[in-house]
T-cell receptor
Framework: KQEVTQIPAALSVPEGENLVLNCSFT??????LQWFRQDPGKGLTSLLL?????REQTSGRLNASLDKSSGRSTLYIAASQPGDSATYLC?????????FGAGTTVTVRA | NAGVTQTPKFQVLKTGQSMTLQCAQD?????MYWYRQDPGMGLRLIYY???????DKGEVPNGYNVSRLNKREFSLRLESAAPSQTSVYFC????????????FGQGTRLTVV
């Protein structure tokens, strides 16, 4: 059974600081890994998808890396803003299923 | 383009009542999913449909049934609601599992009293 862990569970940083969010998974036979953002009381918004053959994916201030062999992904958010405050979830996709970590709740202080 | 639409958004049930949560996607996606989200437990897979005509159990299927009515629609039924089924339910869909991203609906907040 795929186990996905996200560390830390919560993070509070001042505006402008870079964010580093970690995701680890136990079964490296994944198809893809996807990072999501969830605002309180809302659904999940896709941020980045990294295919298993890729090492990195970038979108604006967001950069995600994937090391499949060690079962790890990292999401970097550059120059954080108060609007980045949310819960960030990673999901690994294998065997037709998405398995989620519990998320990292980020607070960016103005 | 509406994406993934869930109805209703909120529902309160009494213990023992039944109801069906509806999910529809307009992106011609092949695979569809039902998750529940509980505080401290993350998102857990209830059932999924890899393609039209197939359904499979996920991590927490007990107390639920599903129907993949057609390619667009995937419904989740609670036959006899229990307080333990109080949760936020999310539907998701994917075009191709190998290399495309998943999209989620806005969720249904269900309370069983």
């Amino acid at each position: 059974k795929q186990e996905v862990t996200q560390i830390p569970a919560a993070l509070s940083v001042p505006e402008g600081e870079n964010l580093v969010l970690n995701c680890s998974f136990t079964d490296s036979a994944i198809y893809n890994l996807q990072w999501f953002r969830q605002d309180p009381g809302k659904g999940l918004t896709s941020l980045l998808l990294i295919q298993s053959s890729q090492r990195e994916q970038t979108s604006g201030r967001l950069n995600a890396s994937l090391d499949k062999s060690s079962g790890r992904s990292t999401l970097y958010i550059a120059a954080s803003q108060p609007g980045d405050s949310a819960t960030y979830l990673c999901a690994v996709i294998n065997d037709y299923k998405l398995s989620f970590g519990a998320g990292t709740t980020v607070t960016v202080r103005a | 383009n509406a994406g993934v639409t869930q109805t209703p958004k909120f529902q309160v049930l009494k213990t023992g009542q039944s109801m069906t949560l509806q999910c529809a996607q307009d992106m011609n996606h092949n695979s569809m999913y039902w998750y529940r989200q509980d505080p401290g437990m993350g998102l857990r897979l209830i059932y999924y449909s890899a393609s039209e005509g197939t359904t499979d159990k996920g991590e927490v299927p007990n107390g639920y049934n599903v129907s993949r009515l057609n390619k667009r629609e995937f419904s989740l039924r609670l036959e006899s609601a229990a307080p333990s089924q109080t949760s936020v339910y999310f539907c998701a869909s994917i075009l191709q599992i190998l290399n495309t991203e998943a999209f989620f609906g806005q969720g249904t907040r269900l309370t069983v009293v």
